[in-house]
């Protein structure tokens, strides 16, 4: 919560998407939320202008269901890894890039809806 203060809203928005994408790499999406959620009231107050909820909220349930890195924290995924042959290292090297770029445009667009609130 401090790189969000120093950070301002960008940093806040990030943060929320790294906590729970992180989160959600090895933990069901539902428990991702309900771990994260409490947290927003506070980084909402960050900066001089307070932050909507709802763009917060959005940023954490769109990171929550992006599990794409690891095959850990989506059921499916183990079954497709099972079946399909494939290793730890195939979803680290095509979940990881796939995971960044959903996380710049999640956070991006979420903070331009939240500018036009």
């Known amino acids: 919560m401090a790189v969000a203060q120093c950070a301002g809203r960008p940093g806040s928005f990030a943060a929320v998407y790294v906590i729970a994408a992180g989160l959600s790499m090895f933990i069901n999406n539902s428990a991702t939320i309900a771990i994260v959620a409490p947290m ?28 794409f890195t690891t095959p850990l924290g989506y059921q499916t995924n183990m ?18 890039p796939l995971q960044a770029v959903h996380a710049v445009a999640c956070v991006l667009l979420c903070m331009a809806a939240a500018k036009f609130d």
Request: glycine letters at 18%.
């Open 40 to 67: 927003l009231e506070t980084m909402r107050k960050v900066g001089d202008e307070p932050i909507p909820g709802k763009y917060l909220a959005w940023t954490l349930v769109y990171a929550a269901g992006s599990c």
């Open 79 to 96: 079954m497709v890894m099972k079946d399909g042959g494939y290793t730890f290292g195939d979803f680290v090297r095509f979940g990881g």
